[in-house]
């Protein structure tokens, strides 16, 4: 069972990449998500 996000989880989960010293990956995994779902 996949988890809908809403736009603004979305838009939230980007904002937290560009935090100085963030990475996709990291973002990724604090929210168990797959890195490449970020790049999308």
């Not at 988890?3 to 010293?21: C, D, S």
């Amino acid at each position: 069972m996949s988890r809908r996000y809403t736009a603004h989880e979305k838009v939230r989960f980007v904002e937290q990449t560009m935090q100085p010293g963030m990475t996709v990956s990291a973002v990724a995994q604090m929210h168990g998500l797959s890195p490449s779902l970020l790049f999308g």
